[in-house]
């Protein structure tokens, strides 16, 4: 079998894991624009900050394509598709294929604002782009981030750690408005201002200065200038779709997949940040462009490819970042004013004194989306649910104040899962109590009746 | 998600909730009295019974290592031993996606801190060893089948 990877990273690897678990003789071949080994694209705002340095970058060890007999084609662009013939273009010849996986992933959209040439003026998505915004840092340094979306946050907090001066431009009324909600955002521009950021919201950049091909300044709307050496544009990035125009394979917003991850031709697959999957719980195709999904994705699309069909449950939309060490996740449908979903309803924890805030979205007694802010607890869990789906409508009251309730559900889960099949213990335990009386259902109401606080 | 193989297991009758295990284990891999800072954990209710083990299940297809975007999670092929190592840089991307409550944020270190089943200590996990009461045990069990919880912060 001869497997070809068009694009090198989180999707790409996962891909390649996967294959090597199946087949081991077939051969594999990446093609990728970037020259790079594979390195870690969320990375690059931590490198910006001098948190980690170029030779821990990579997200796989320096002998990763060697060991899994990686045949490497870097700095080579594919151009085009050739389905009949089973073959890719690329600007270094034509590549034959049996299995075709795309994993080009996401390209920064840049809007067409004057100016947006000048030298120092950039998108910030590869380690090329990061490497020479760092190149620029120099003590007194200032910089703007158009765009507050989580490129342009991690950006903008990369470049606070490492002592410059950041002002963040955002068009619409509030930051992280994809992944948060009205409070959480006003929680983390306050996170933000308290640190020292700058953050103008419903504010537009009409025109980067320059002068001699560098970057000087930039003036807003209502004519305020504002003095900088550094420009990052975040306005969004869109699935890189290059590579399928003028093909036989259909596309959305990304590339249109089945959930053993094919696209309408049956040896090509797609997979990543490039590929509309099914949401779980939006209950519809959706791109979600994030790390462990890209990952996940891969792995299914690499076994897929090997032959080992297996069925992809769907994506969900999961981020997580810190802010001056309060941490941000966000899970699946957070925000439903905006999104206008309907029959939704909503618990929360807000302190605001303490930088925390909680919220759980359900719909019809499923969980569908969650935010935690400063407090991490039991995020893992709620992902877990929302994944899986799970009717929780009796504990929608409990999870976020009594979490013992919680406990006491996930374990019942637990108990009908293995119903029937009381669990034995070996001979030698014979000495205690049965595993499943533990477990009774009486004792547990009798636990439940006088309150405790859960520590 | 949970494999067959050697894993951490609680037995409930006997915990008395003392906390020795995590303690034990930040002692073993942090060089620190703090059982927050133990990479296992038994909840216990008022009555001082054992209630769960967030302890790191070591997954078959580990949601942790699809969420590590630095790729310092790393599942052994042999040992089956899901590791962290020092290039984490505490972006919490695993905290996030673990239905066991196995990975805790050390916030002192900046670093996501997770059970390796002692793998370089001679005589296996230390929180079994300093178990009083015996109710740790290292062993393979037949039904592995275990329900997902979660953790608090690891404030240390
Ligand atoms: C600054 C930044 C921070 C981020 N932080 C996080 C985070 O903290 N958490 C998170 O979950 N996600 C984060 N993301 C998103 C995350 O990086 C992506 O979801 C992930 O990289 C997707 O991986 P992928 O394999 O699908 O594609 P990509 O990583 O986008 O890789 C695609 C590759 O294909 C190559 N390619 C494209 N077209 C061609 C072609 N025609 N020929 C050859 N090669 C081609 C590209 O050059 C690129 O190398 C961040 C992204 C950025 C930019
Ligand atoms: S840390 Fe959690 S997700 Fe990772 S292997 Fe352990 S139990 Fe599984
Ligand atoms: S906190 Fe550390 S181990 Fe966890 S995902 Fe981030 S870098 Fe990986």
Redesign the pocket.
Known sequence: MNYVI?????????AIESIRKVDKEGSITV????KEHVY??????HYLAGEVSDDRMSYRPGDFYEKNGVVKRFG????GIDTVAKQLN?DAGVIPYDKLLL??????TVPPIKGKDFEGVSA???FEQ?KAVKSRIAPGVKAVVIGAG??GM??AY?LEEAGVKVTIVELLPRILSRVLDEKGSAMVQSILEKGGMKVYTSRKVEEITGENGQVTGVILDGGEKLETTIVII?TG?AP?L??VKGTMIRTNQGILVNSYFQTNDSDVFA?????ETYDIPRDKPMVN???????E??RFAGLNMAGNMTAYPGSLG????SFFGIPVVSLGLCDPETEKAEGIEIKEKLVPENDIYQKLVFKQNKLKGAIFIGDLAYCGAIKDLIKEQMLVGIIKDTILEEKYQLYSFLRKKRIEKVEGKNIQWPEHYTSQQKFVKHFDEKSWTEREKDKRAWK | MIVKQKQVYCRPALCIGCRICANACAVAHGGTTNPRLGRINVRVNAFQRYEFQELCRHCEDAPCVD?C?VGCLEKNEETGVVTNDDRCVG?W?CVMVCPFGGMKRDVLNNMAIKCDQCKDIEGGPVCVQACPTGALVFEEREDSVEEPFFTGPTVA
């Open positions: 068009v694009g090198n990273s989180a999707a790409a690897v996962g093609v990728s624009n970037e870690s694209r969320p990375l690059i705002a080579v662009t594919a151009t690329t994993t080009t992933g996401s390209k920064a910030f998505q590869t990061a989580l490129i991690r950006a990369g975040a990035v890189d290059e590579i997979a990543g940040d490039v590929a462009a994030n790390w462990p999904n890209a990952h994705q891969g999961m981020n997580s970042v | 969420a975007m972006c991307m």
